[in-house]
Antibody, heavy 118, light 107 residues
Framework: EVQLVESGGGLVQPGGSLRLSCAAS????????MIWVRQAPGKGLECISY????????YYADSLKGRFTISRDNAKNSLYLQMNSLRDEDTAVYYC???????????WGQGTPVTVSS | DIQMTQSPSTLSASVGDRVTITCRAS??????LAWYQQKPGKAPKVLIY???TLESGVPSRFSGSGSGTEFTLTISSLQPDDFTTYYC?????????FGQGTKVEIK
């Protein structure tokens, strides 16, 4: 069974940093592209970052303006999102999801909440 | 970026009703469209991909149609479990984008 488990969310002050992790199991992690999606309270879904299976292709949403870094460790079956210079508008639930052959998302984690507030 | 616009934003219906949600893309996305159902506090669940292909395990009362820029999700007979929020998502080109969501509520 495919499982994705996010961790690392929490309360952080504006300007602070957090590192989210996504632990994958039940599939060959190194064969799959991965993505982070976030959802602000009461709002819709936003794809914020993508990483290919071998980390050769990485994309970010324009809204991040270079503040976030996606990475993965295939030996540890883990995906990461380093978030710096956090702003109030980054408050959201952050999900990791697995891309299939096409970029719709059959498998999601349970989400980890991030709250940016003083 | 491709903009996805869903309508309506909220839909009031009763158990047994046939309902249709529309999703329009700002440019052609061929059939590269997925529909998701999301319940409060949970991750989205894919219902339909490639505009009209039903995901395994999803009840047959859900169906999708369309191509190019206009798409629909139809629920043929609403069940109590279906009163929640639905999103479309294009995967024609990065950045993959979602519609703003349609909340189906009980009339």
């Amino acid at each position: 069974e495919v499982q994705l488990v996010e961790s690392g969310g929490g309360l952080v002050q504006p300007g602070g940093s957090l590192r989210l992790s996504c632990a994958a199991s039940g599939f060959t992690f190194s064969s799959y592209n991965m993505i982070w999606v976030r959802q602000a309270p009461g709002k819709g879904l936003e794809c914020i970052s993508y990483i290919s299976s071998d980390s050769s292709a990485i994309y970010y949403a324009d809204s991040l303006k270079g503040r976030f870094t996606i990475s993965r460790d295939n030996a540890k079956n883990s995906l990461y999102l380093q978030m710096n210079s956090l702003r109030d508008e980054d408050t959201a639930v952050y999900y990791c999801a697995r891309c299939g052959s096409y970029a719709y998302f059959r498998h999601w984690g349970q989400g980890t909440p991030v709250t940016v507030s003083s | 970026d491709i903009q996805m616009t869903q309508s309506p934003s909220t839909l009031s219906a009763s158990v047994g009703d046939r309902v249709t949600i529309t999703c329009r893309a700002s440019q052609s996305i061929s059939s590269w469209l997925a529909w998701y159902q999301q319940k409060p506090g949970k991750a989205p669940k894919v219902l339909i991909y490639k505009a009209s292909t039903l995901e395994s395990g999803v009840p047959s009362r859900f169906s999708g149609s369309g191509s190019g820029t206009e798409f629909t999700l139809t629920i043929s007979s609403l069940q109590p479990d279906d009163f929640t929020t639905y999103y479309c998502q294009q995967y024609n080109s990065y950045p993959w984008t979602f519609g703003q969501g349609t909340k189906v509520e009980i009339k």
